[in-house]
């Protein structure tokens, strides 16, 4: 695979001096001085302007209720008081001298006036993209494509970047492909994820499709428009995917050196969207961790717990290990609660009553009813379980339990049933002395 670096730079670079002497000659005219003047005092108003204005503004978008889509947006617009107020002022100024002069005595002052009302806009769209470093980002690349258009100096920015390339085999890589390619990857890298998001909430709304289906389509719909973005954005700026060949290579050889697990968990994943072992709302028990699921990602499962941990268990993990799924195919939930009476109390009043204190718990199921059985003939007492059913798994365990516990206190102590202590009793025998015969 041969390789070869492009040596047109000195010619590019050239054409870039001319260009920057062409503009220093241009700075130092008289008319030029003035349109910095005037430039730099529409500054100075426009900010001045903007300080009694902007807090009005906010006064007015305060009073606005109920709309959070418009109140979002016009916090965004009243951030950029200041920038709005000098592009306006930048325009009466460059109406005012194209009336009062030539228009080529007012060029900088409308190059300024173009390239700050430009910024208001990019940097206005640019926060349709949640995250705050990539939405600036794309701004100011953005701006600086539209400065360099406008002044005129893109094509031969393109020609210097173009001039510095290395051949690898058949193709051709410059730093200008890379850029194009960086730019074309992430806008459409952006839009796929955007629109992804937007078909996902879709299905997930659906009531048509069980929880896991739509989990599993949302995913699918997602990688499958990443994959078409990547591939069309490769193909636009050049690309042959047939290139690619050993890229794959390399990959599935990283994948079975060091991307098991990952791979292993994404397998995973889809395996148990398929299976519909587990679904979103599902109160699970795995090793430790009990509580319910909140999603179903890619790699793991978000576990939300009773005391508020998220716990992130990765897809393997419900395939290789024992799950106890509580809500697997019904919700319906049977607990157990063990306690004793003392030997004077009537066990079939006993039974009686732990029935009557399970079912005024507000949480217990009167469908199945609960059932209280006499289990044994303890050492101090006698011994029953209470069963009893709940269709809330998430709510908590121990909890419940404890509430059923306590109206069967209060149902004990108002009918006199006493619950013993645990007793033993020692007999002492005073040894006789026995006397042996001579």
Request: aromatic content about 8%.
């Amino acid at each position: 695979m041969g390789e070869e670096t492009d040596l047109n730079l000195p010619e590019s670079l050239g054409q870039v001096e001319k260009i920057s002497l062409s503009f220093f000659e241009y700075l130092f005219r008289d008319w030029t001085l003035i349109q910095l003047a005037v430039i730099a005092g529409s500054v100075v108003i426009a900010m001045l302007i903007g300080r009694l204005v902007e807090p009005r503004l906010e006064m007015r978008v305060r009073a606005i209720h109920g709309k959070p889509r418009l109140l979002r947006f016009l916090a965004i617009v009243l951030r950029r008081t200041n920038w709005i107020m000098i592009s306006l002022c930048l325009w009466g100024a460059v109406h005012v001298m194209r009336a009062l002069t030539w228009p080529s005595r007012s060029y900088l002052v409308g190059l300024a006036a173009y390239l700050v009302t430009a910024w208001v806009v990019i940097s206005i769209l640019s926060r349709l993209i949640r995250n705050r470093s990539v939405a600036r980002l794309v701004a100011l690349l953005a701006w600086i494509f539209v400065a360099l258009r406008a002044t005129g100096t893109l094509d031969d920015m393109s020609a210097v970047l173009d001039a510095a390339a290395v051949t690898v085999g058949e193709m051709r890589i410059s730093i200008l492909l890379l850029v194009k390619m960086a730019i074309v990857l992430g806008a459409l890298l952006w839009t796929a994820i955007s629109l992804g998001g937007f078909v996902e909430r879709q299905i997930a709304s659906s009531d048509d499709l069980t929880p896991t289906v739509r989990v599993l389509l949302g995913k699918l719909v997602k990688i499958l428009l990443v994959i078409f973005a990547i591939a069309i954005a490769l193909t636009s700026v050049g690309v042959d995917l047939t290139a690619l060949t050993v890229f794959s290579g390399a990959v599935g050889v990283g994948i079975g050196f060091g991307l098991q697990k990952v791979v292993s968990n994404f397998i995973s994943g889809i395996i148990i969207l398929m299976d519909k072992s587990i679904k979103p709302g599902d109160t699970i028990a795995l090793g430790d961790t009990f509580g319910w699921i909140r999603s179903l990602r890619a790699r793991f499962v978000s576990v939300v717990t009773r005391d508020g941990r998220e716990y992130l268990i990765p897809n393997e993990d419900f395939i290789t290990q024992q799950v106890v799924n509580w809500s697997f195919t019904d919700r319906l939930i049977r607990l157990d609660v063990h306690f004793g009476v003392s030997y004077d109390s009537n066990p079939h009043e006993v039974r009686k009553l732990a029935v009557e204190a399970a079912t005024s718990v507000e949480r217990v199921r009167d469908r199945p009813p609960p059932v209280c059985h006499l289990t044994a003939f303890g050492d101090s007492s006698l011994d029953f379980i209470l069963r009893f059913w709940i269709q809330d798994p998430q709510g908590g365990l121990t909890n419940i339990r404890g509430a059923v516990l306590l109206a069967c206190w209060d149902a004990f102590k108002e009918a006199g049933v006493s619950i013993p202590f645990p007793h033993r009793e020692i007999i002492m025998r005073t040894p006789v002395d026995v006397q042996m015969p001579d």
